[in-house]
């Protein structure tokens, strides 16, 4: 079963605006890490964020974790079309322990 | 540096067969999963392999089996295939200690 639920399932935005993706989950959590997929190919991991942390940024991404809340989101700031992609969100319960995806995603930033 | 590799890419089987993936995984990692991702949905966790032992299974069922060699490479086997196992299979790497996974570019299975 899935433990992570994403909303939305699809966005739509033009170019250099902000995107905000939101991901749920079930039980408690070791780690959530967010992954961008393109067209049906490989993941390509984008950040990670412990159970410990609030907040991270990497680039133009910035990830909030609220554990009370049991609730993430992946925030990428000024979108370009390349930003194109599924995004999906995988919760870790127990470090070492398998990633559990959720739905994903769909953006589509249009130029 | 190499990333993780998989092969074949594409591959077109009919109900009953069976079917053999491979994974090479990123230069430097000992860890590798696989997972099963149906047209439309998140990534299925299938099992995990580490010192060449099966650490972790995902809900599914006997027919699929895999290994893992003493260079880190790993093989998924699908037996008796059915129409529901068309998917992309995805293979991921890491290093035991580490929680980030690295995956591959899939292989494309179409089961007629």
């Known amino acids: 079963s899935q433990q992570g639920e994403e909303d939305p399932q699809a966005l739509s935005i033009q170019e250099g605006e902000n995107a905000t993706m939101n991901c749920s989950y079930k039980?408690?959590?070791?780690?959530l890490q967010w992954y961008r997929q393109n067209s049906g190919r490989g993941l390509v991991h984008l950040i990670l964020?412990?159970?410990?942390?609030r907040e991270k940024h990497s680039g133009r991404l910035r990830v909030t974790l609220d554990t009370s809340k049991k609730s993430s989101s992946l925030l990428i700031t000024a979108s370009r079309a390349a930003d194109t992609a599924s995004y999906f969100c995988?919760?870790?319960?127990?470090?070492?322990?398998?990633?559990?995806f959720g739905e994903g995603t769909q953006l589509t930033v249009n130029p | 540096d190499a990333g993780v590799t998989q092969s074949p890419t594409h591959l077109i089987k009919t109900r009953g067969q069976q079917v053999t993936l491979r994974c090479s995984p990123k230069?430097?990692?000992?860890?590798v999963s696989w997972y099963q991702q149906a047209l439309g949905q998140g990534p299925q966790f299938i099992f995990q392999?580490?010192?060449?032992?099966?650490?972790q299974r995902g809900n599914f069922p006997d027919r699929f089996s895999g290994h893992q060699f003493p260079n880190y490479s790993s093989e998924l086997n699908v037996n008796a295939l059915l129409l529901g196992d068309s998917a992309l299979y995805l293979c991921?790497?890491?290093?035991?200690?580490?929680?980030?996974?690295?995956f591959g570019p899939g292989t494309r299975l179409t089961v007629l």
């Open positions: 995988a919760t870790v319960k127990t470090s070492g322990s398998r990633l559990t």
């Open positions: 039980t408690s959590i070791n780690n």
């Open positions: 964020i412990r159970s410990n942390e």
């Open positions: 230069s430097g990692h000992d860890t």
């Open positions: 392999y580490y010192e060449e032992e099966e650490r």
């Open positions: 991921a790497s890491n290093r035991w200690i580490e929680p980030e996974q690295f």
